[in-house]
């Protein structure tokens, strides 16, 4: 799991400027066509998830610990949320709140996987 966390954390922080950019644009077309949509704020919200996520992945992927597991499904599932209730029409905000799932997801298989390790060690 740590090569995981290496390969999504940096693939996560790259993703996020593309979000933003993204969601900068869905946030013009939402301010000039006054539809009261919120979807470029929202991916702005992801997007910053999508950063802190990444970097916390880098930084914790060799930890023994489970609080970088934890902090990972919190940003992680953050952002899943934010994206999936904010995606109006920015209809790619879902695909990157997919990201931000399965990133969650598999933050606590890690956990899950840690806990089996240290008990058959114990």
Same mark, same amino acid.
């Given at each position: 799991?740590?090569? &995981? ?6 693939? *996560?922080?790259?993703? !996020? ?20 949509? *919120? *979807? ?55 695909? &990157?709140?997919? &990201? !931000? ?16 390790? *240290?008990?058959?060690?114990?």
């Amino acid at each position: 799991m740590k090569i &995981w966390k290496l390969v999504s954390g940096i693939l *996560s922080i790259v993703l !996020c400027l593309v979000v933003v950019f993204q969601s900068c644009a869905a946030g013009f077309v939402n301010a000039v066509e006054d539809n009261g949509q *919120s *979807s470029g704020s929202g991916g702005v919200m992801v997007a910053i998830m999508m950063l802190s996520g990444g970097i916390v992945s880098i930084a914790t992927r060799k930890s023994q610990g489970k609080g970088g597991n934890i902090a990972l499904i919190i940003l992680f599932g953050l952002g899943a949320l934010i994206g999936f209730s904010l995606a109006g029409n920015f209809a790619d905000l879902n695909i &990157w709140a997919g &990201w !931000c799932l399965i990133n969650a997801i598999l933050a606590v298989v890690a956990m899950i996987k840690k806990k089996n390790k *240290s008990e058959q060690e114990g």
